[in-house]
């Protein structure tokens, strides 16, 4: 059985090896796109603001992971790089945003963007700008498991199992939890959850805690396969916010659904345009959207303006 691809009118055929091959490597980068959409959308749903920085997060994760791994265990240094992140994500909010009233969106735009700059710079000057990785969490870069002929990386599934549990832990933690609850409260009527006695500039804090935390994660998972850079996050975030406005900006369960499809739609690109055009489709992508379909392809405008969950 071959599966055929069209291009410039010429056919090319694609074995079942192959095909499930760039569909498990779809799968592996559309959840790490949807973690950090999901991230966007935890800080917009609180706050209204979205956060150009969450790429960083990632990196940050990624790169103080490996810093710590000279001197701890391997999870330890994990636990202890998610929490750092998760500190410098609380500081971001108290000293950068919690002092804005009512600011324009164009205001959080650039400050955002002007925070991801000054988190990159001091990357760079930490680490420089060589490309480090974490040790596989099992084998090395040459084990594989075969899946129904194909092989495929332990890492592959560590990303696909560590991702696939902090979608769910975040939907029954938003559905379920108070401290979840709460937040959504303050994301639907951020007046009336005060007039409750809910400090709603603490919920705002925990957001970029929770989604530093979740972006650092991702990135400690995924730095063993696509290796960890200074200026790494810069990409995921253009990837992330797209994949957060094809499924719905505030709608973070269609981002799911939003990054597998964009990470399978680039996987299989390889076959028919050159590497180097990947990023290009995202792009395209966004700008199609928000063209044609500004509240995403899984929203709808009222839920866009209700910013749930």
């Not at 990357?123 to 480090?132: D, F, K, Y």
Request: overall charge neutral; glycine content about 12%.
């Amino acid at each position: 059985m071959q599966f055929c691809l069209c291009h410039g009118g010429l056919v090319f055929f694609m074995t079942p090896e192959l095909f499930l091959q760039y569909l498990f490597a779809g799968v592996t980068y559309g959840l790490i796109y949807a973690i950090v959409a999901i991230g966007f959308n935890i800080i917009y749903n609180t706050t209204g603001i979205i956060n150009f920085a969450q790429g960083e997060f990632v990196m940050l994760g990624g790169m103080t992971a490996i810093s710590l791994h000279h001197y701890l265990p391997l999870p330890l240094a994990i636990a202890a790089a998610v929490a750092i992140t998760m500190v410098i994500g609380a500081l971001i909010e108290m000293v950068f945003i919690r002092w804005l009233h009512n600011p324009s969106i164009l205001r959080m735009i650039i400050i955002t963007i002007g925070l991801s700059i000054l988190i990159r710079e001091g990357a760079l000057h930490i680490w420089g700008e060589g490309v480090r990785a974490l040790p596989y969490f099992n084998g090395n870069e040459i084990t594989s498991i075969v899946v129904l002929g194909v092989g495929v990386s332990p890492q592959v599934f560590w990303v696909l199992g560590v991702c696939g549990l902090m979608v769910a832990a975040l939907y029954l933690f938003f559905k379920f939890v108070p401290l979840g609850l709460v937040m959504r409260a303050c994301a639907a009527n951020r007046v009336a959850a005060t007039l409750c006695g809910v400090s709603t500039k603490n919920m705002v804090t925990f957001s970029f805690v929770l989604s530093a935390g979740i972006g650092a994660m991702a990135g400690c998972v995924v730095s063993p396969i696509t290796y960890s850079q200074y200026d790494g996050g810069t990409n995921l975030a253009i990837k992330g916010f797209t994949v957060a406005i094809l499924g719905g900006l505030g709608n973070s369960m269609a981002a799911v659904a939003a990054g597998l499809l964009l990470g399978i739609i680039e996987a299989f690109s390889i076959s028919v345009v050159p590497l180097a055009f990947q990023d290009a489709i995202a792009i395209g992508i966004l700008l199609i959207i928000l063209f044609i379909r500004p509240h995403g392809l899984f929203g709808n405008r009222s839920a866009a303006m209700l910013k749930e969950f």
